[in-house]
């Protein structure tokens, strides 16, 4: 399809509330009444990530935090299969982003064939669309119809703040009679009072921006196209208004008062299936300006949001303030192994999401425009009110904590601060170790201060030695490089490990990275140290329990107890690994 094709048919739409018809389905096995029952117990499961109580779950959809300071998360889902297909909008509900309640399917399929794709939510206070007289909290989700014949741009309303929705009579209402044309992400753009959305020409490389007064009858504005990374196709644009940091050190910790009198600044952000660097899928941004109908860069730069594999499909939540950071939560996990993943036959589900993360945009020692992106804050699930193992002189030395019977969720929190770091020929190591005293499997990882080559101060990471999980495609080591600014003189880890989940961010947030991984054995205990350091480097580090967010959830034991094959006895660990 050439660009000159690319002109959308807009639906002569209008209001017809009363031929609209609920979001009903065809198939009966699929409650539509009640949310549906997962036990949350399993090995693998995480205990403070989103994760659907069974069967697959892809993309996040449709975000939005309503008046009564409660986020709404939907998310694509097979609610009848482990795998992709039959794809309809889960819905859970969140007071602290980590906590969350399974609501019931909030849109269905209407028909054989038909899937509900990836889209997003608005609060229409207004009542733009007059959908909604005297109420202020309508929500309307604009989501892509997939069928044999072509994905076009639906809509549906909820009366009751997005819990349930209707969809609308006259739909579809954007259509390009495309195959390829999805994943519609709305905002509202004040200065001239309109609705933005951007749309995916998936095929062509192609971000549509189309532009309406009442999320009903759109007029295509401007477009987007082949910039960055392309693989084989684009899919779920994001256009987000950030804060702009001046300076990074400005970003710790990411306090909502840093950031009212920053400038404004947008990301345009894409995902891409295949074609990423380490393979399958993967999320670009591109900082620039936004008038209303065009977006434009700062730069030709191609910025990735994450440097691991299992970070794709990101949103961003609608409603929150524009002057604080905004939140987002993206897919934890890659196309070329989504539905192959171990979880699916032993505990019944796929898929989880990253933890939410707050975002703005810095001039940063590497880029004038860097996105920062940090986990938001998680302290009210820490297990103790004081950490649970510390050491404020780990300078060329270690410590090993075994935490199987003191955090039950096998979910933790660790923090390391490296400071004193001479600007100039830097040496030594950092290093992390997650692993099980059953089965000596293990996830690493660690950085390098090199300062003797450039400042270059490589990180990585490695699922390499844990066994429960073999496919070609499932990449076992990541890196990133860090340019330090001779100034700060300090590095900065944030890591939160989840049973089967490892995020990490770096110097507040300038990168982070995403690994998912399956062990066979649990992992019980954690190895933080540091080796070969110049003298008067200083390092302190903190560990913290996390509790289960999920107990309300779950249908099965809370507990997670130590697989029992055989008792193995605990390895020389230290011994095994090396210190540090």
Known sequence: MYLSSLIPIISIAHYALAQSSTSSYVEPSVPTGTPILGDYSG??????????????????????????????????YNPTDIVAGNQHWGHATSRDLYTWENQKIAI?????????????????????????????????AMYTLNTAQEEAQDIAYSTDGGYTFIKYA?????SINSTQFRDPKVLWYAQTKSWVAVISYAR?????????????DW??????????????????????????????SQAEPL????????????????????????????????????????????????????????????????NI???????????????????????????????????????????????????????????????????????????????LYDYSTTVPSGALSFSMNISSIPAANATGTANFTFLSSVTGEYVRGGVFLNGGNGGDTPFWLDRSHTYGFSNPFFTDKFSTSL??????????????????????????????????????????????GTDDLNPGVEVSVELYGLRSTWASEESGNATMTKRDSGQVMRRDVLGHLGQG
């Open 321 to 399: 303030p524009v002057t604080s950071p905004q939140i987002s939560i993206a897919w934890a996990s890659n196309w070329e192994y989504a539905q192959l993943v171990p979880t699916g036959p032993l505990e019944d589900f796929r898929s989880f999401m990253t933890v939410p993360r707050l975002n703005v945009l810095a001039n940063t020692t590497l880029s004038e425009y860097a996105l920062l992106s940090y986990p938001y804050d998680y302290s009210s699930l820490y297990t103790t009110p004081t950490s649970i193992a510390n050491s404020s002189t780990l300078t060329n030395t270690s410590i």
């Open 483 to 528: 340019w330090r600014d001779p100034d700060t003189q300090d590095f900065k880890l944030l890591g939160v490990l989840d049973r089967s989940i490892l995020e990490v961010f770096i110097n507040s947030g300038e990168r982070a990275g995403t690994m998912i991984f399956f062990p066979e054995g649990v992992l019980d205990t954690v190895i933080l």
């Open 108 to 140: 269905y399929p209407g028909a054989e064939g038909e899937g509900i794709f990836s889209g997003s939510a608005v609060i229409d206070v207004n009542n733009t669309s007059g959908f909604f007289p005297n109420q202020t909290n309508g929500v309307v």
């Open 170 to 174: 006259n739909n579809p209402v954007i």
């Open 204 to 216: 062509d490389f192609v971000i549509g921006i189309f532009t309406s007064p009442n999320l009903i």
């Open 255 to 318: 306090d909502p008062s840093n950031f009212a009198s920053m400038d404004e600044m947008y990301i345009l952000q894409i995902s891409l299936n295949p074609g990423a660097p380490q393979g399958g899928s993967i999320s670009q941004y591109f900082p620039g300006t936004f008038n209303g109908t065009h977006f434009t860069t700062v730069d030709a730069a191609t910025r990735l949001t994450d440097f691991g594999k299992d970070n794709y499909a990101g949103q961003f939540f609608y």
């Open 219 to 248: 007029t295509h504005a401007s477009n987007f196209s082949h910039a960055g990374l392309l693989g084989l196709q684009y899919e779920c644009p994001n256009l987000v208004s950030l804060p702009m940091l001046k300076n990074a």
């Open 43 to 76: 090995a693998l499961r995480p205990q403070i990530h989103y994760s659907p109580p069974i069967d697959f779950m892809n993309d996040p959809n449709g975000m939005f935090l309503d008046a009564n300071g409660i986020y709404h998360l939907y998310y694509q």
